[in-house]
């Protein structure tokens, strides 16, 4: 069974420049997370999808970040512009739904690490 | 709301010996799962173990077991036989089911070093 896919796993970028991460969740999970983790801390969701509807975007500097999910599949995470504070590993997770037979654990995909000068 | 509290940034063992990490929530639910989640440097997440709530028997797995006392809402995980390639952050979740789908929340983390 194929992983939960990233792309690209590094990024260097200058501040007030944008970025698109790329994301492509198990075969059959319905639920796709977004999270930042910033050095030494735990993960903070960003926005989290069922299928192609956003579930939970509380968390999300709309102001210049944004994220899709078409077709209910892959997902992409954009921030326009960056700033210093962006610099983090963004993860991306997928999970089944309740009542879901794809397995119910949260899987992890191997993360992008964003440095922002 | 739910939280999660590891209280314990920084952990070491020797090789070979067995350390417990600790964590405690905070949920007003009966119903749940709480996971253990281990981040080597690498820094791909994967899980260790996981625990339902409404099982009074705790979870193992191999060398890995946990110590659930649900009403006191501690969680902590046990390590046995610690090896080099335990060295990671691990990071205790809790899991809810809302809404038809499942929130995640996560604590900061203990960093477990491994001593030769």
């Known amino acids: 069974e194929a992983g939960v896919a990233q792309s690209p796993r590094y990024k260097i970028i200058e501040k007030r420049q944008s970025v698109a991460f790329w994301c492509n969740p198990i075969s059959g999970h319905a639920t796709l997370y977004w999270y930042q983790q910033i050095l030494g801390q735990g993960p903070k969701l960003l926005i989290q999808?069922?299928?192609?509807?956003?579930?939970?975007d509380s968390q999300l500097p709309k102001d210049r970040f944004s994220a899709e999910r078409l077709k209910g599949v892959d997902s992409t995470l954009k921030i326009q512009p960056a700033k210093l504070e962006d610099s983090a590993v963004y993860l991306c997770?997928?999970?089944?739904?309740?009542?879901?037979?794809?397995?119910?654990?949260?899987?992890f995909g191997p993360g992008t690490r964003l440095t922002v000068t | 709301a739910q939280t999660v509290t590891q209280s314990q940034p920084e952990m070491s063992v020797q090789e070979a010996e067995t350390v417990t990490l600790s964590c405690t929530y905070d949920?007003?639910?009966?119903?749940?799962?709480l996971f253990w989640y281990k981040q080597p440097p690498s820094r791909q997440m994967i899980l260790v173990i996981r625990q339902e709530a409404y099982k009074q028997q705790n979870a193992t797995e191999n060398r890995f077991s946990v110590n659930f006392q649900k009403a006191a809402k501690s969680f902590s995980l046990k390590i046995s036989d610690s090896q080099l390639g335990d060295a990671a952050m691990y990071f205790c979740a809790y899991r809810l089911a809302s809404g038809g789908t499942y929130k995640y929340i996560f604590g900061t983390g203990t960093r477990l070093k491994v001593l030769a």
């Open positions: 997770a997928s999970s089944s739904t309740p009542g879901g037979s794809v397995g119910y654990e949260q899987y």
């Open positions: 999808f069922q299928n192609n509807g956003v579930v939970d």
């Open positions: 949920t007003s639910e009966s119903d749940y799962y």
